[in-house]
């Protein structure tokens, strides 16, 4: 437990955050009468000043340890909203270390009344409040969002088009798991030591909804290679579960992209799956936010 401890303090105290390319127009508008919320979340929304018609949606998750208004000040999601005029909510986990729930059986189930349901009911209220393209929502996230983010491409794969995420595990790999951060979770999971085929970790996907024969998201993952925190493993197991899920194979790596030392791997056309190995890089992968934009197509 000390050491777990002691990691998170040293992980969250290296993380250096990036700087804005532009300051938002907007402040966060926080939220309490978004629908159902089982668990006790926190939303806070960022409209910008000139919305699109029938705008996109982007669900934006935090790391263990912060919140939404710290991944609204160090990522470039608000400033680009404002270029882009599309609508990003930044919700908040005030539990377990500020941490997403990614282990109990309700956050890993379909309306199972855990996190996922409520984050869902975020989406759901956004898009009926700010008249969004219900095509054209997006979910990405960071560390313990990343986890969040295989989780809700897991458990409400029809509300999201396409997933961006940085330095997460599987949909599941925490699943039974005491808690979901560094002081209360299974080490097995983060350690990298949860190595399943292609074919399970599909399975655990489509048992978090039963019955559900729609489509699922398109899915970018990245992951530091020197990430001794969330190990490496994790960034293989999530491709494996997702190039399963989606019906793609590995086809080519493509080097220095989308800048030096970070390895693109690409699956099938490359329009479905995509992973960024990065070099030397540890657990916090930085957001590459213009990347993100790409593969949402907004």
């Known amino acids: 437990m000390v050491r777990l401890l002691t990691s998170l303090g040293l992980v969250l105290s290296s993380l250096s955050l990036p700087v804005l390319a532009q300051t938002p127009q907007n402040n966060l508008t926080q939220i309490t009468n978004w629908g159902g919320n089982p668990s006790g979340l926190e939303l806070r929304v960022y409209v910008p000043n000139k919305l ?9 998750l935090h790391w263990c340890g912060s919140s939404g208004p710290e991944y609204f000040s160090s990522t470039k999601y608000a400033a680009l909203a404002d270029k882009k005029g599309f609508v990003v909510l930044f919700p908040s986990s005030p539990k377990d270390n500020n941490c997403w729930d990614v282990a109990t059986t309700q956050s890993l ?12 009911n975020m989406v759901n209220w956004a898009i009926g409040t700010y008249g969004i393209d219900a095509s054209r929502v997006y979910v990405v996230g960071t560390s313990s969002g990343c986890m969040m983010t295989n989780v809700m491409c897991a458990t409400y794969p029809e509300l999201f088009e396409a997933a961006s995420c940085y330095s997460g595990v599987p949909a599941g790999c925490l699943a ?12 097995f999971c983060a350690s990298g030591a949860n190595i399943k085929t292609g074919a399970q970790w599909a399975q655990i996907v489509h048992n978090m909804y039963p019955g559900y024969t729609g489509s699922y998201p398109r899915f970018q993952t990245f992951h530091g290679e020197a990430d001794t925190f969330v ?19 590995w086809k080519r790596n493509k080097t220095d992209t989308p800048e030096t030392g970070y390895t693109e791997m690409i699956y099938g056309n490359g329009k479905e799956l995509v992973g960024y190995s990065a070099r030397g890089v540890g657990h916090f992968v930085p957001n590459h936010e213009d990347v993100d934009m790409k593969w949402f197509g907004i």
Not at 52 to 60: C, D, E, F
């Open 109 to 120: 189930t379909h309306n199972g009344g855990g996190d996922s349901t409520g984050l869902s």
């Open 231 to 249: 190990n490496y493993p994790n960034f293989g197991e999530q491709l494996k579960q997702w190039s399963t899920v989606l019906g793609v194979e």
């Open 176 to 187: 039974g798991s005491p808690g979901s951060s560094p002081t209360t979770a299974d080490p």
């Open 52 to 60: 699109k018609n029938k705008p996109a949606l982007l669900l934006a």
